[in-house]
């Protein structure tokens, strides 16, 4: 079956710390690969995806993420974290862009 | 560009009532909208496909004369709740598709009393 595993429910950083957040999927072929940012009030806002081609993605707000097939993860990192990313991380995977199957979410809190 | 409003941002009604969820694309036609929902600390789980003129395409396991949804425009999709249940409060999301990316709406918390 097609499932998501985002095994860090909550993760606590400081602020100027690194980041890695974990994505692991099941999946019969390679997927389309999403991580999506989920702000209180706020719709889910697209942070990058991953198609084909080059393994590393850049995304908005300085994120990336590196696709690896051997251990079908995509997780998400950031050399410095801010403040203003504490918020509710999710990955997402799909066949095609349409019909996505989400993660449980990794909720991101930042200490000054 | 590419803003999803939902409203109301959130609702409370009474056991047997229904209530009308709107999903809006503000500055874009959207052919495609997409229904979810997300269980307190859960993923979010695909409802339905909305498409414009058309019936829309329900998950396994969700009842469609209980979640009505109807895409009578290219910018609007709504989602009625229909004998609305305890069971049935969530928080629902909606979320329009252009040019092969989905653009989320805030939500709407939804709660049966």
């Known amino acids: 079956a097609q499932s998501v595993t985002q095994p860090d429910i909550h993760i606590t950083v400081s602020e100027g710390a690194s980041l890695e957040l974990r994505c692991n999927y099941s999946?019969?072929?390679?997927?389309?690969l999403f991580w999506y940012v989920q702000s209180p009030g706020q719709g889910l806002q697209l942070l990058l995806k991953?198609?084909?081609?080059?393994?590393l993605v850049q995304g908005i707000k300085g994120f990336e993420a590196e696709f690896k097939r051997s251990q079908s993860s995509f997780n998400l990192r950031k050399p410095s974290v801010h403040w203003s990313d504490a918020a509710e991380y999710f990955c997402?995977?799909?066949?095609?862009?349409?019909?996505?199957?989400f993660g449980t979410g990794t909720r991101l809190q930042v200490f000054p | 560009g590419a803003v999803v409003s939902q409203h109301p941002s959130w609702v409370i009604c009474k056991s047997g009532t229904s209530v009308k969820i709107e999903c809006r694309s503000l500055?874009?036609?959207?052919?495609?909208m997409f229904w979810y929902r997300q269980f307190p600390k859960q993923s979010l789980m695909l409802m339905a496909t909305s498409n414009e003129g058309s019936k829309a395409t329900y998950e396994q396991g969700v009842e469609k004369d209980k979640f009505l949804i109807n895409h009578a425009s290219l910018t609007l999709s709504t989602l009625t709740v229909t004998s609305a249940h305890p069971e049935d409060s969530s928080f629902y999301i909606c979320?329009?598709?252009?040019?092969?990316?989905?653009?989320f709406g805030p939500g709407t918390r939804l709660t049966v009393l």
């Open positions: 991953y198609f084909s081609g080059d393994t």
């Open positions: 500055d874009f036609q959207a052919t495609t």
């Open positions: 979320s329009a598709a252009r040019l092969g990316e989905q653009f």
């Open positions: 999946y019969g072929a390679t997927p389309y």
């Open positions: 997402a995977v799909g066949y095609n862009t349409d019909k996505l199957i």
